[in-house]
């Protein structure tokens, strides 16, 4: 089942988490831009309330939560209620595809990359950002989850785990990138993208549906 009750429930809420903290917001944004082609027509797969897509110029989004939807469409965001493991695109839709936390809600991450591989084009581009389970950030969620009106359904994983489920379903990476080296109540200032993985909270990988390639 769409784990999206919080989201109906508290869509201000939500929003408020942005503007609280914008330096951590803008930090992740930038580090999911280089990554983002500007050309051809783009999805975001559990899009919310289009915090992402917006910026990033992605025209397409889906979600469960119509609430999120509405959020979404007032930012100009072509809006499609759906669930990430069935989307209701045609196959080889989508130039590129764009999943800001959305692994961490779905009930499972296999049929969602699956679903994704099938609305790409041969060769089109898939970006994760993600939060990874084993940074201090990501152990401190897990530590309060029962705590968190967002979180506490949801399920986190490693860059490990991330990277196998995507060639398992077929995906080749491209490259990996992550910010956020430091705990979110003291990240006051935008952090730079750096190269790789293992070392921030926020990891971002961007891979290639390698169909027909």
Known sequence: MPRVAPFEAHSPRYEAWFERHEAAYVSELLALRPFVPWEGRGIEIGVGSGRFAAPLGIQVGVDPSPAMLVHAAARGIGVVEGTAENLPFEANSFDHALLV????????????????????????????GFIDSESALGQDYLTHQAESVFYREATFYSAGEVERLLLETGFSIDAWGQTLAHPLPETREIEPLRPGRGQCAFVVVAARNTNGK
């Open 101 to 128: 936390t959305t692994i961490c809600f779905v009930d499972s991450p296999a049929q969602m990359l699956a679903e994704a591989k099938r609305v790409l084009k041969p060769g089109g581009r898939l970006v994760i």
